[in-house]
C-alpha cells in the first residue's frame, strides 16, 4: 500500500497536481496504514475490541494533514491510569509493524496531564500538539486531553508565545535567517512553512485554534492575509512534494541543481537576460518574502503586552502631523485619514522617517494599507515632494539601510524607481553573490554606512564625503541592469541616467552617477586582475577616473559593493590590494608623472632596505636583486624584514643553489605564504608549472599566486591552504614542502608524484550541471604594448591551476605575470604572456590554438 500509495503521488506531482490535493492524498494514506495496524493489534491483543482507556492522536505534520510523502507519522498513545499495561502492549505492535511497513514513525505514550505538563516546558512538544488530530479508540480520552491542553495554553499564552518566538528565532539562525539564501531550506528558513506553522501555534495559545480559516473568523487574520497565506502555502508544500518524489525520501532543502530540474519540470520560461531557474528562484523568493513579512506582523500583534501597555499605547499616542500618531512602541495612520494618506508618497516617506527616527515599529494595519496602495498604485513620474523627501532620507546614514528595507517591502522604492521592481527577488544563478540583486544592493547601501564607525582609511573616505546622497543612491541602483542580455554595467547606467532627470538631479550629479554605475567594477578589475607596479595600467586608470573626487566615490563604492556580495569575500588581501590601487593613483593626480613617482618611491625603498644590508662589497648579490625589485615586491614587507630575506636568498645562490624556498605567514592576510626564487639554467617555459605541481602533490591547495621576474630571477609568491595544517604548519611540514619544490625545480626531467587524496570536509561543490556561465578564455593585446594579457573565467576545482600552467607550458607559452583569485567558487585568472622569442602572441591562429588547449585541460576532454 506504501509502495503504490507513494507511486500514485508520483503521478500525480508529474501531472501538476496542487500541494494540499497531494498533501490530503499522503494523509489519507498514513490513516488508513496506521488504522489497519491498529486494528491488527486490537485484534491480536484484545479479539478485536477497543480497550476503553486508550486514544491513538496523529499530532505535527500527520496532525495537520500536510504531510509530503516521505515525511515521517507522528504518533502518540494517550492511556489513562488504569490502561497503561494495554497501552504499552498496543504501542509495542504499533511501533514494531509501522516501522517494518517503511514508515519513518515518532511515537510515544503519556497520560493526559503529563501530555500537557510537557509541553508547558517544551515549546516543540507544545507546537506539536497543538496539532493533535483523534485518529481511533476513545474519543472521550482524546477530548478531556485536547481540551485541557486548548485552556491551558490560554491560560499561560504569554510565556508559550515567548518561548515559541525564541525557539524559532533559535531556529532560523540555524537554517538561515533571510528569505534570500541560494539554497533555503524551504521548511526552517525564513519565509518557510515553518513560519506558516507557527501562526497556527500562535493562534491555538492566543485563541485555541491553528485553523487559519477559523483564525480569519476570529478576526485575528485579515482576509487579504489569510488569501496570500493560502496562496503561498500551496506554492511551498507543492515545492515540498516535489523534493520528496525527486530525491525519494524526506528532503527539505532546495540545492542548485535541483532548482534547475524544477525551473524545467514545472515549465519557467526564460527571458531576456533571465535563465528559466532565476525565474523560478525569483517567485520563490517573492512567495518566502510574504510569508515573512505576514507571519512577523502576526506575530507582533499577538505578542504578549500588558494590557497596561496596550491601553497606553493609546493614551500616551500623540500626534506628529495630519492623520499621524505616536505611541510609546507604533506609529500609524488614524483610520479615518489612511484613504487618502497612502495615496501620498511624500507623506509615506515622511511617516517611515519618523518611524525610523524614533525606532518605532509601524503598526499592522497601516503598514497593509501602505502596501497595498504602492501595489496597486498605477506608475508614474514621482512628484518633486517625494523625490526631495527620499533624497533627503538617503542623504542620511543612520538606519538608512533598515529603512530602504521597509520602503522595498511597502514597494514605495518601486514608486520612486520604477526598474527597481525587476531586481526583486532576481537572483543572478552565477555564483558571484550569497543574495538577490535586491538584497545585494540594499547590503552595499548598510556596508557603506557601517565605514562612518570605521577607523581605516575606507572610513576616513566615507567621512569626508560632505553630501552622501549620491554615493547612497548609486548603491542602490548600481545592480539595477542585471537580468538583460547586455552588459548589466552598460544597461544600469543608462537606468541610472534616466533616474537622475527623473529626480531632476543636476547635470554634474546626472554624470558622476551614471559614471558610479558605470564603472563600479573597474577598480575591481585592475586591482585584482592586474600588475599595479606597471604604470601604463596605472596611467589607464587614472585616465578613466579623471578626479581625485571621482577616485575617493569609486574607491568606497567598490569596497562596500564587495563586502556585500557575500559573508568573508572582502578578504584582508583584498583590501590591501584596494588600498595599494587607492595610494598610486592619487599619487598621480597630486604629482601628474606617474613614471617620475614610480622610480621614486622605488628608489626610496631601496634606500631604506640597503640600510639593513651590509655593505655592497661585503653583500653585492643582495644589493644587485634589490636594486632590480619592482616597486610592487618592495611595498610587500617591512625594510628590516626584506633586508634579512633578500640576504637569506644572496647566500644560498652565492653557494650554487639554484632554488630557494621559504615560508611565511602573512600576518596581514592571516595567510600561509611560500615564496619560491628560481634561477632558470635554460628554457623558463614550464617552471611555474612545476611549483604548482610540487604543491598540488603536497595536497595544498593554491588560492592565490603572483610571479614575476627579477632580473634573471623568477620571483614567485603562493598564498595556500594547507588541509592538514589550517593554521600555521609545523616546521617538519614546512620542510617537507619545500624539499620537493627544489627538487622539483633542480631536475625538469623528473615526474611530479601524484596528487595525495584527502577526504574533503570544506564546503560542498555544486555539480557541473549548476554551472551556467561558459570557461572562456580572452585575449588583450591592447592594454600592455610588450604582454599579451591572458583571462581565464571558469568555476574553481580541484588541480586547476596546474592545469592551466601545464597546458601553457605544452603549448610553449612563456610566462612572465600571473594574478590568481578565486571568487567566491568563480576564478578569474590572469596571466601576462609572451611567445618564446618575448613576442606578444598576436596571430588569430595561434590564438585559437592556445584557446583550445586550455578549454580542453580545464574540461577535462
Known amino acids: 500500500m506504501l509502495r503504490e500509495g507513494r507511486e500514485r503521488c508520483r503521478r500525480l506531482q508529474e501531472a501538476g497536481s496542487r500541494g494540499s490535493q497531494m498533501s490530503t492524498l499522503v494523509s489519507d494514506l498514513y490513516d488508513d496504514l496506521v488504522l489497519l495496524v491498529w486494528n491488527q493489534a486490537c485484534q491480536e491483543h484484545f479479539g478485536g475490541k477497543v480497550p476503553s482507556g486508550l486514544a491513538l492522536v496523529a499530532h505535527g505534520g500527520f496532525g495537520r494533514r500536510d504531510l509530503a510523502p516521505f515525511s515521517d507519522a507522528d504518533l502518540m498513545l494517550i492511556v489513562s491510569a488504569r490502561a497503561t499495561a494495554d497501552g504499552e502492549r498496543v504501542a509495542q505492535s504499533l511501533s514494531r509493524d509501522l516501522v517494518d511497513i517503511g514508515l519513518e514513525v515518532g511515537f510515544s505514550m503519556r497520560r493526559p496531564g503529563e501530555a500537557c505538563a510537557l509541553s508547558w516546558s517544551d515549546p516543540v512538544i507544545f507546537t506539536s500538539l497543538t496539532e493533535s488530530r483523534f485518529l481511533a479508540g476513545s474519543l472521550k480520552i482524546f477530548s478531556s486531553f485536547f481540551e485541557s491542553l486548548r485552556h491551558g495554553a490560554r491560560r499561560r499564552s504569554g510565556p508559550l508565545i515567548r518561548s515559541l518566538m525564541a525557539a524559532r528565532r533559535e531556529e532560523k539562525l540555524r ?276 565605514f562612518a564607525d570605521d577607523q581605516s582609511a575606507m572610513g576616513r573616505r566615507y567621512r569626508r564625503l560632505k553630501d552622501k546622497t549620491l554615493l547612497h543612491l548609486a548603491l ?88 556585500a556580495v557575500g559573508p568573508g569575500v572582502l578578504t584582508d588581501w583584498k583590501l590591501k590590494l584596494m588600498e595599494d590601487l587607492y595610494l598610486r593613483t592619487r599619487r598621480y593626480f597630486e604629482m601628474g608623472d606617474i613614471y617620475a613617482d614610480q622610480e621614486s618611491l622605488t628608489q626610496d625603498i631601496c634606500q631604506q632596505v640597503a640600510l639593513h644590508l651590509p655593505p655592497a662589497e661585503e653583500a653585492a648579490t643582495a644589493h644587485r636583486i634589490l636594486y632590480q625589485c619592482p616597486l610592487s615586491l618592495l611595498r610587500r614587507e617591512r625594510p628590516e624584514d626584506l633586508a634579512e630575506q633578500l640576504l637569506n636568498i644572496a647566500k644560498q645562490l652565492d653557494q650554487g643553489a639554484t632554488s630557494v624556498c621559504y615560508f611565511h605567514f602573512d600576518p596581514i592576510t592571516s595567510a600561509i605564504r611560500y615564496v619560491v626564487i628560481h634561477r632558470p639554467s635554460g628554457r623558463q617555459v614550464g617552471v611555474f608549472a612545476r611549483m604548482v605541481g610540487s604543491f598540488m602533490a603536497c595536497g595544498i591547495d593554491i588560492l592565490r599566486a603572483e610571479i614575476m621576474s627579477v632580473g634573471d630571477l623568477l620571483w614567485d609568491e603562493f598564498w595556500v591552504s594547507d588541509p592538514d595544517h589550517p593554521d600555521q604548519p609545523p616546521p617538519e611540514r614546512i620542510a617537507k614542502v619545500i624539499a620537493l619544490v627544489e627538487k622539483m625545480l633542480a631536475d625538469p626531467a623528473a615526474p611530479l608524484p601524484e596528487r595525495r587524496r584527502t577526504w574533503s570536509v570544506g564546503k560542498q561543490k555544486d555539480s557541473p550541471e549548476v554551472h551556467v556561465l561558459p570557461t572562456k578564455v580572452v585575449f588583450d593585446n591592447e592594454t600592455l604594448d610588450r604582454y599579451t594579457i591572458l583571462s581565464v573565467f571558469a568555476y574553481d576545482e580541484s588541480g586547476f591551476l596546474y592545469r592551466i600552467a601545464s597546458s601553457l607550458a605544452d603549448l610553449d607559452v612563456d610566462l612572465h605575470f600571473a594574478k590568481i583569485d578565486t571568487h567566491l567558487d568563480q576564478v578569474a585568472d590572469v596571466f601576462y604572456v609572451t611567445e618564446e622569442n618575448g613576442q606578444q602572441i598576436s596571430r588569430p591562429q595561434r590564438q585559437e590554438q592556445i584557446r583550445e588547449g586550455l578549454l580542453n585541460a580545464l574540461t577535462g576532454k
Open 175 to 450: 537554517w538561515g535567517d533571510t528569505s534570500h539564501l541560494l539554497t533555503p531550506n524551504i521548511k526552517k528558513s525564513r519565509g518557510g512553512l515553518r513560519d506558516i506553522q507557527m501562526m497556527r501555534w500562535i493562534g491555538f495559545a492566543r485563541y485555541g485554534e491553528v485553523d487559519l480559516e477559523r483564525l480569519l473568523k476570529l478576526g485575528a487574520l485579515s482576509e487579504e492575509d489569510y488569501r496570500e497565506i493560502r496562496r503561498c502555502y500551496e506554492f511551498l508544500i507543492r515545492l515540498r512534494n516535489e523534493l520528496h518524489v525527486r530525491e525519494n525520501r524526506a528532503q527539505d532543502v532546495l540545492d542548485r541543481p535541483t532548482q534547475m530540474v524544477i525551473a524545467e519540470a514545472w515549465s519557467y520560461p526564460g527571458g531576456e537576460g533571465m535563465l528559466p531557474v532565476e525565474a523560478f528562484m525569483q517567485e520563490y523568493f517573492d512567495v518566502s518574502r510574504s510569508v515573512r513579512y505576514i507571519a512577523r506582523f502576526f506575530a507582533d500583534d499577538h505578542r504578549p503586552r500588558p494590557i497596561f501597555a496596550r491601553v497606553m499605547e493609546t493614551l500616551r499616542a500623540k500626534r506628529i502631523g495630519q492623520g499621524m500618531m505616536m505611541g510609546p512602541e507604533h506609529v500609524w495612520v488614524e483610520a479615518h485619514a489612511l484613504p487618502e494618506f497612502v495615496s501620498s508618497l511624500p507623506r509615506v516617506l515622511r511617516l517611515m522617517s519618523l518611524a525610523n527616527l524614533h525606532g518605532k515599529r509601524i503598526q499592522h494595519h497601516t503598514w497593509q494599507a501602505i502596501r497595498t496602495a504602492m501595489q496597486q498604485r498605477k506608475p508614474e513620474a514621482p512628484d518633486a515632494e517625494s523625490v526631495g523627501a527620499f533624497l533627503s532620507l538617503l542623504s542620511k546614514r543612520t538606519r538608512l539601510a533598515p529603512l530602504l528595507r521597509r520602503l522595498h517591502e511597502l514597494r514605495v522604492i518601486e514608486q520612486l524607481i520604477p526598474e527597481f521592481k525587476h531586481c526583486r527577488g532576481l537572483l543572478q544563478f552565477n555564483a558571484y553573490h550569497k543574495y538577490t540583486v535586491d538584497a545585494h544592493s540594499i547590503r552595499a547601501v548598510e556596508a557603506v554606512t557601517e
Open 476 to 563: 542602490l541602483i548600481h545592480d539595477i541592469g542585471k537580468g538583460f542580455e547586455e552588459d548589466h554595467s552598460v544597461v544600469g547606467a543608462r537606468m541610472a541616467r534616466a533616474i537622475g532627470e527623473r529626480f531632476e538631479l543636476d547635470h554634474r550629479s546626472i554624470e558622476i552617477l551614471e559614471w558610479l554605475v558605470l564603472k563600479h567594477l573597474a577598480a575591481n578589475t585592475v586591482a585584482f586582475r592586474h600588475d599595479l607596479s606597471d604604470p601604463t595600467i596605472l596611467l589607464d586608470f587614472a585616465k578613466e577616473v579623471g578626479s581625485i573626487r571621482r577616485l575617493e566615490l569609486l574607491m568606497v563604492h567598490s569596497v562596500a559593493d564587495l563586502a
